[in-house]
């Protein structure tokens, strides 16, 4: 059977509207990962994060977050040693926030240690927030766990 130029133009196109078809599907399907639900709330409230970011930045001696064995070692200046000391550390995965943890700050001898058997290889982003004195602050690090 011999095809003329009519038919295959018909053939490529049905072919081509299948073929979007098809991917307008498969992107409805996909999950779509944003930093944050309510990003607008946040960003009209940055200013506060970024006074947060340099009252930590303002202390003679900051925490230091190391990964020590199968955890992750904050250990906090003894400056910052307080009856009103409170705070939340948040382990954000840039490619899945399903996999978010959020772990509130509760220190022994100004050290607190998550255990990295319960996190994903892969990149991770620690966010440090806290209060002390009536001071809040903030710090941020990416870690690589493996």
């Not at 506060?48 to 900051?62: G, T, V, Y």
Request: proline share 4%; with cysteine.
């Amino acid at each position: 059977m011999k095809l003329n130029w009519g038919t295959g133009i018909a053939i490529i196109c049905t072919l081509f509207v299948l073929f979007l078809v098809v991917l307008v599907g498969w992107t409805f399907t996909e999950d779509v990962n944003l930093v944050a639900d309510n990003y607008y709330e946040k960003e009209i409230a940055y200013q506060s994060e970024i006074d947060k970011i340099q009252n930590a930045l303002d202390l003679p001696e900051q925490p230091t977050i190391n990964i020590v064995g199968e955890m992750i070692e904050i250990r906090f200046p003894i400056i910052l040693e307080s009856t009103d000391f409170s705070g939340n550390i948040h382990l954000y995965r840039p490619s899945d926030n399903k996999n978010d943890i959020l772990v509130p700050i509760s220190l022994v001898e100004q050290k607190q240690f998550i255990p990295t058997a319960a996190l994903i290889d892969g990149l991770w982003e620690l966010k440090l927030e806290w209060k002390s004195n009536a001071v809040a602050y903030q710090q941020t690090k990416r870690l690589f766990i493996q």
